[in-house]
């Protein structure tokens, strides 16, 4: 879940 | 990184620059909606406030200073440079009908009720709509430049890239974030009318009209 908060796209 | 979203970005990329370009070189936004300009100017604004408090990579970050670097100019030559060729009796959309529903549902569809995520969900769901001022001003002027055709296939192959990117994601890494895709999955749509006459006409060397 954690990863999905990481906004790794443009 | 994979693939398709490295096509996407630099599909995005073309697509911005050939805009610019095609301002800068013609001296004119002939054709071309300032009204969505405006939107994608406002989607990166709201989308990248992270920008320096949340570094991922060398990429990503200049990645974003050159969207939000080459949107802005892009309004500035829209509305203060070449300002007299700016057609806006054809650029009529009411984007208020867009910007005011969207940043409702962002406050009702989010992931998390913080400021900086609302901002970014209104950002995505405003990016899906932010084309229709375009599309809109085309309708009613039944056709379009051709360069002006290539810009907006180059601008919808990056959404479509991404769905693809977001299908690869979710097999090979688990993620998968449903406001992303339904909002990528309406943007495309949106566009669908438009491949349809770019990949009959304009790949044949044809003038996109609509019909009249």
């Not at chain 2, 408090?53 to 200073?65: A, D, E, G, Q």
């Not at chain 2, 995520?117 to 309708?139: D, G, H, K, N």
């Not at chain 2, 090979?172 to 943007?187: H, K, N, S």
């Amino acid at each position: 879940k954690k990863a999905k908060n990481k906004k790794d796209e443009l | 990184m994979n693939i398709f979203r490295l096509v996407g970005d630099l599909s995005h990329l073309l697509a911005i620059f050939v805009l610019l370009l095609k301002i800068w070189k013609s001296r004119s936004c002939a054709g071309v909606s300032g009204k969505s300009q405006i939107l994608f100017a406002l989607v990166f604004i709201t989308r990248y406030l992270d920008l320096f408090t949340n570094f991922i990579s060398v990429y990503n970050s200049l990645m974003k200073v050159i969207f939000i670097a080459s949107t802005v100019a892009t309004v500035y030559l829209m509305y203060i440079k070449f300002k007299a060729t700016y057609d806006s009796n054809h650029d009529t959309f009411r984007i208020e009908f867009l910007v005011v529903p969207v940043g409702g549902l962002a406050f009702l569809v989010n992931h998390d009720f913080t400021p900086l995520e609302i901002l970014w969900t209104f950002s995505i769901y405003l990016e899906s709509v932010a084309i229709l001022p375009q599309l809109f001003m085309i309708s009613k002027t039944g056709e379009a430049e051709t360069i002006t055709s290539h810009y907006l296939f180059a601008l919808g192959s990056y959404r479509a890239l991404y769905l693809l990117n977001w299908i690869y994601r979710y097999y090979f890494e688990g993620y998968f974030d449903l406001i992303a895709v339904v909002a990528g999955c309406v943007q495309t749509i949106l566009y669908c009318d438009f491949f349809y006459l770019y990949i009959t006409k304009v790949m044949w060397g044809k003038k996109l009209s609509l019909p009249a």
